[in-house]
């Protein structure tokens, strides 16, 4: 990782002071300039094992800790800072330099306040067969390798929550599949074949229970088709997303025995793909505590936040969780869901203690959609 200014940085050094050309640094009092840059300037000569630091400016005390005269009295000093996987890189590099006349040098020093990455850029030349010296500035990039870390940690989360939608997608459509097939699909066969003795014995005495069973079929075809229609997208969501909860609350009412209270505080406009989404986050949050939580209430709240998020958070009177459930994964895979759609779309997520005694679920996303960082 090269600092965009540190090339300039490190070959503009003479023209703030330096006679490079032969004249022992430390003997130039240095100008003002020189200490005020952001890195540490330096003059470094090297020939087989000899090191030695012939000039350093005052911000090695922030940047290694040391002084000036630290370094100047022995570089092992600052060696010893140097991480031992970076130590040889250093010193390949420094050596290389000689026939190159530039040094680029990027590692970690162990510093007594924690772990910095520092970059070196410097001019190297011959002052004899020898001895050579590096003139050149070292500078902080910790900053920097952060961020990038930040970044591939986030594109590897990215890639794992791609990953693990495509999976639960693929599953819910195997699911959908075998609910087609056991259901809808043993209807059409029973359907199927009562017709086919229809046409055979149009006027038999069974034909008049015939046609009522062809009925009840057809009218249970319409009734698993709706169904599997309503768990890709339930109709009521086209009321709006209050409605919607409303109605989920009352269907879990009917078919858990357990009561879900509703309140629905949020006035802003929100879109139709973020209603769906908080609307598939309730329903993840109430079967987690239909399955885990041995509740006998629960809350559903949908909130405003900043005019421009929306919330949703459910709660419980159950049996709470703890740290260990938590991490041997219990009831996690609905929370990860929940976790990874809040991350698709730049929300955020939280999972604490309910004032009731269970658990509280709460994510927030941004009203109109995806938002961008």
């Known amino acids: 990782m090269q600092p965009e200014s540190a090339q300039g940085s490190a070959f503009d050094i003479a023209e703030a002071g330096f006679d490079v ?9 240095p100008p003002g300039l ?3 840059l952001p890195g540490l300037v330096f003059c470094l000569r090297h020939g087989g094992a000899s090191l030695s630091f012939s000039f350093a400016s005052s911000s090695c005390i922030s940047l290694c800790e040391l002084s000036p005269g630290d370094l100047l009295a022995s570089a092992e000093r600052f060696l010893s800072l140097i991480d031992l996987h970076d130590l040889p890189m250093f010193h390949s590099t420094l050596q290389a330099s000689v026939a190159t006349g530039s040094w680029n040098w990027e590692g970690r020093l162990h510093t007594p306040h924690g772990l910095k990455w520092v970059n070196v850029r410097a001019q190297t030349r011959a ?12 500078l902080n990039v910790t900053q920097s390798h952060l961020r990038e870390s930040q970044l591939l940690n986030l594109s590897a989360d990215l890639r794992h929550i791609a990953s693990h939608l495509e999976s639960v997608r693929e599953a819910e459509r195997a699911r959908m599949a075998r609910d087609l097939h056991d259901d809808l699909g043993q209807i059409l066969t029973a359907l199927q074949m009562d017709v086919a003795l229809l046409r055979r014995q149009p006027n038999s005495e069974r034909s008049g229970v015939l046609f009522e069973n062809v009925d009840r079929l057809i009218r249970a075809a319409s009734e698993a ?11 009521v969501l086209d009321l709006g997303l209050k409605a919607a909860l409303r109605w989920m609350a009352e269907q879990y009412a009917k078919r858990y025995g357990i009561q879900v209270h509703m309140d629905f505080g949020a006035k ?14 309730a329903q993840e949050a109430l079967t987690n505590v239909v399955r885990h939580a041995h509740a006998q ?19 419980d009177d159950g049996c709470g969780y703890t740290v260990p459930d938590q991490a041997a994964g219990r009831p996690s895979l609905g929370l990860r869901g929940m976790r990874e759609r809040a991350a698709v779309f730049g929300g955020t997520f939280e999972l604490d ?5 269970g658990v509280r679920v709460r994510v927030c996303l941004p009203a109109g959609g995806v938002e961008h960082g």
């Open 21 to 29: 050309a032969g004249r022992q640094l430390p003997e130039v009092e």
């Open 34 to 36: 020189v200490n005020s």
């Open 127 to 138: 002052l004899d067969p020898l001895m050579a010296e590096s003139t050149g500035i070292m």
């Open 225 to 235: 088709g709706r169904r599997v229609a309503a768990e890709l997208r339930p109709n």
């Open 268 to 281: 802003g406009e929100i879109s139709e793909l973020i209603a769906t989404e908080l609307f598939r986050i």
């Open 297 to 315: 209430q629960a809350w559903v709240r949908c909130t405003d936040l900043d005019h421009q998020q929306v919330c949703i958070a459910v709660e």
């Open 353 to 357: 203690r309910s004032a009731h005694g």
